[in-house]
């Protein structure tokens, strides 16, 4: 059973940075698109950022500029490095990873952007 641990959530002042860290049980190379989504309470989850096994990226809107996905291939790691954190960015962040028809996900880590 693969395994997905997110850690590096936690409370911050609005304009200031998170990175969070995705951590799996095997290696990552084995994996498609590796990305990270949120859901805010009330809300559906939705796609924050992927990345490719070759290192193309893609963001939703709302983030594009100010965070940054990345991998360690040697860590089987995912991270997302997080700028300029707003109010709006509050949320549950899960990782998330799709191997041929499967579908893996994190437990989440929770994010709080408030003075």
């Known amino acids: 059973q693969v395994q997905l641990v997110e850690s590096g959530g936690g409370l911050v002042q609005p304009g200031g940075s998170l990175r969070l860290s995705c951590a799996f049980s095997?290696?990552?190379?084995?994996?498609?698109?590796l990305g990270w989504y949120r859901q805010a309470p009330g809300n559906q989850r939705d796609l924050v950022s992927t990345?490719?096994?070759?290192?193309?990226?893609n963001y939703a809107d709302s983030v594009k500029g100010r965070f940054t996905i990345s991998r360690d291939n040697a860590k089987n790691t995912v991270y997302l490095q997080m700028n300029s954190l707003k109010p709006e960015d509050t949320a549950v962040y899960y990782c998330?990873?799709?191997?041929?028809?499967?579908?893996?996900w994190g437990q989440g880590t929770q994010v709080t952007v408030s003075s």
């Open positions: 990345i490719t096994g070759n290192g193309v990226t």
């Open positions: 998330h990873a799709k191997r041929n028809i499967m579908n893996y």
């Open positions: 095997e290696s990552i190379s084995s994996f498609g698109v």
